[in-house]
């Protein structure tokens, strides 16, 4: 049954990347690439869960101090295959889908904690996005900004919905996860005073242009107003074991 | 008004079209993503009736105080619907009929649909569920979520149902809170413990997991949070 | 008895129907819905003595439930583990099978639940000390947290302790470093997992740790 999503791809013209599947989508996907001989591939720190025994890993840090400022990890891994190709499993932490694309010397801008993997050919900067719309869009204060030529594979809660905007389309905030570089997006109010404050859609983003956005289904605000009663209660000086 | 129900069951979104002028409630907070030219407006209960009570009332549900009431303009519109925990969503159509719903369960409906608070008594105090239940009743189409896959169990005599697994049933079923083993004793070593039993003839609707269970499997690697 | 799995692989549960008589043994807390009339009794699983070592050292329940029909027509009932996820079927015909702790679900009759020695690795792996070993004749349903992928090992593979959830028994594992001492610190892998053998690995595409290493630097308060 769910052999049946998985994705599978091998290099072509269209697409010269690296070999790679997909599986357990689209609720848990899971990202197995095959890393060419002596060749490295860039992973955010943590989702490494299964490797071959030649492949290498070495932390660096990346993005500097803007990644660590958003409470990014300051670390990304790289992982290269000595001697032969080799293979990497890759499991995200948040449950969800995995979307890969191959950039032609193209930009694709990222919500901060959807990268996953790419190839050494892609750029990955961090980039400001102004207060109001940091502050309202969702998750951080800073986009990443993807460009260059190579694979990229990025990751969502929920499942990914793609959206191909010609003119306006409106997202509510903290569901954006990528978009394209020819759009961009606005921070707006929906409807009158009433509905910013309690309709729970009060603030939205509303792109413009022509391209395509990338939303995802869930929200993590939500994900951590639940867990809050699991949480055990930390004591003053001292921490409650589990 | 055309329902799409998309990625289910884990990560269920709902795609609505609306015919030009065609009208939609909400949840406040489920509208994911729209067209740019559909209106909202926000109520505290459905459109030309009811009143502050009622909201009052729905937010001990569970739910939001406020309704959003989603109007298409004179183009065709679609509005996006998501949950907020992993799960599945169900659209089903009632024919002047009453549904009881956990409490938080409740996303959309169209506009003939009567959203109020059911009250089923102090034995909801110990069904591990919501005290309050919305009650959906009239005709016309309705989504409703849960945490897990949402499956139908044909109710005709009696069927026990574990506490925090209930998304909603007919009303013409009726419930008791009672242990799941044959003795209290083996209720307790088993840790079962206290399940619901439905009588009457019926459909329940069940979610497959229990967000409760899956939150405690988190505690231990959870950061702690300040007293 | 029939039994089907169904939600898979997101939400998986296990929908059984036993037939008079019939019985099913479950890990505890782990029944969803069923006939009104099915007796539950709680049992400890090989006795007093092992059920305490399944609790203490094995990370697993004390008591498990068996479900039996006792009535004269065929009835149903559901199972379904804590996490939201996969879930798969193996069938023993006198060979055993590992499990690591949590993932065990439901056996039929002549399966039994036993403990082995999973040695100081598993220990500081944060895994226990045991691991459960099924053995017997008939069917054992386990399930994950995310989706379930089988991979055959034919030599050395490496996986991140928190992923592995089932194993035949010719796979040995060995604990050892991600990366150099440095990327074992501040890349976020720390310890991985060596396997070792021929034979097959069952891993979960997603990981509690892994969930909660992502949640923690959102939470507030």
Known sequence: MSEQQNQQQTATAEQPGYAFKIEGRPDYSFLTVTIPANETLKVEASAMATMDTHINMKTKMKGGLGRWVTGESLFINEFTAEGGPGEIGIAPGPPGDLSHVYLHNEVIFLQNSAYVASTLGVEIETKWQGLKKGFFSGENLFLIRCSGDGDLWFNTYGAIIEIEVNGDYVVDTGHIVAFTEGLDYEVTMLGGYKSLFFSGEGVVCRFNGKGKVWIQTRLVDAMVSWVYPFRRVQKKNTTTSS | MNIEIMHRPGNAAAKVTLEPSEQLTAEAGAMIAMSGDIGITTTTHKKESGGILKAVKRMLAGESMFLNHFNASSQRGEIWLATTLPGDMMEHTLDNETLIVQGGSYVASEPDIEIDLGWQGFKSVFSGESIFWVRLVGTGKIIINSFGAIYPIEVDGEYIVDTGHIVAFNDTLDFTITKAGSSWINSFLSGEGLVCKFQGRGTVWCQSHKSSSFGQTLTSTLKPRSA | MKT??????????????????????????AMSSMAADME???????????????????????????????????????????????????????NSFYLQPGAFLACSEGVTLGLKWAGLVSFIAREGLFKLAVKGTGDVWYGGYGAILEREIDGEYIVDTSHLIAYEPSIQLKLQLAGGFFSSLFGGEGLVTRVVGKGKIMIQSRSIPGLTGWLNPKLWG
């Open chain 3, 4 to 29: 089907e799995i169904k939600g898979a692989p997101t939400f998986a549960y296990l929908e059984v129907e036993l037939a008079p008589g019939e019985r099913i043994i479950a890990e505890s807390d």
């Open chain 3, 40 to 94: 539950v009794t709680a049992k400890l699983n090989g006795g007093f003595f092992r059920g305490l070592l399944r609790k203490l050292l094995g990370g697993e329940t004390l008591f498990i439930n068996q479900f039996k029909n006792e009535s004269d027509g065929n009835r149903k009932l559901t199972l379904v583990q804590p996490w939201p996820g996969d879930m798969r079927q193996i069938r023993l015909e006198g």
